[in-house]
């Protein structure tokens, strides 16, 4: 399986705060996505993030809201921009390894006050 | 209509019990399926994946997919107090590069 760490665990921001979310993955992948979980949800993709190239975004998610980095086959941040208390979820960074299947980070808890 | 539906429960069984999960879906084009195991305030863990239709078991786990009936299912033998968490199953079109459609999650509790 992939080992993926996400950073921070959990945070409490204040609201029109960002808090960039960073994920890491021990061996290169094509493919990063970001998913957004809402208390008592189910998981929602964000966007895809392909190195070298911008996001691509699922409807209702936009760049300037959701702006992601993805500088190298290893690694990703997610920034939660211009924070209100809506926005508070768990944001999970997964990979896709094929033949093996999709994992996840073990997400980042995020309270906005 | 949802793309993938599935009983958000709580369901509760006694240990040792065998549980049954299960998920349905609209589009035939879905081809790989998973079912992840998610615990309170943790990340989706991938318990099964499997592609097309069959069966696949993996220790006290078995999935099930039947693409004629669009309908998948999990089963849990012998089950645990520590197999108590919330149970998602999911779904793409493609291998690689393609976005999970989840279902719902079932929030299970084995009780001692």
């Known amino acids: 399986s992939a080992v993926i760490s996400q950073k921070p665990s959990r945070d409490i921001c204040q609201r029109g705060t960002s808090l960039t979310i960073q994920c890491q993955v021990d061996?290169?992948?094509?493919?990063m996505f970001w998913y957004r979980q809402q208390p008592g949800q189910s998981l929602t993709l964000i966007a895809t993030?392909?190195?070298?190239?911008?996001?691509?975004?699922e409807s209702g998610f936009v760049i300037d809201k959701f702006p992601i980095s993805r500088p190298n086959l290893t690694f990703s941040t997610l920034t939660v921009s211009n924070m209100s208390p809506e926005d508070s979820s768990i944001y999970l960074c997964?990979?896709?390894?094929?033949?093996?299947?999709?994992?996840f980070g073990q997400g980042t808890r995020l309270t906005v006050v | 209509q949802k793309e993938v539906e599935q009983d958000p429960g709580p369901l509760s069984v006694p240990e040792g019990a065998i549980v049954s999960l299960n998920c349905t879906y609209s589009n035939s084009a879905f081809q790989y399926f998973m079912w992840y195991r998610q615990y309170s305030r943790k990340g989706p863990e991938l318990l099964m994946y499997?592609?097309?239709?069959g069966n696949k078991e993996d220790g006290r786990f078995t999935a099930q997919v039947d693409k004629s009936s669009k309908y998948i299912s999990l089963f849990i033998r012998d089950s645990q107090p520590s197999d108590s968490a919330t149970y998602l199953c999911?779904?793409?079109?493609?291998?690689?590069?393609?976005?999970?459609?989840f279902g719902q999650g079932t929030r299970l509790t084995i009780n001692p």
């Open positions: 061996s290169q992948v094509t493919m």
């Open positions: 999911a779904m793409s079109f493609l291998q690689g590069a393609q976005k999970l459609v």
């Open positions: 499997t592609y097309s239709s």
């Open positions: 993030a392909n190195q070298g190239s911008e996001a691509t975004y």
């Open positions: 997964s990979v896709d390894t094929r033949d093996r299947g999709v994992f």
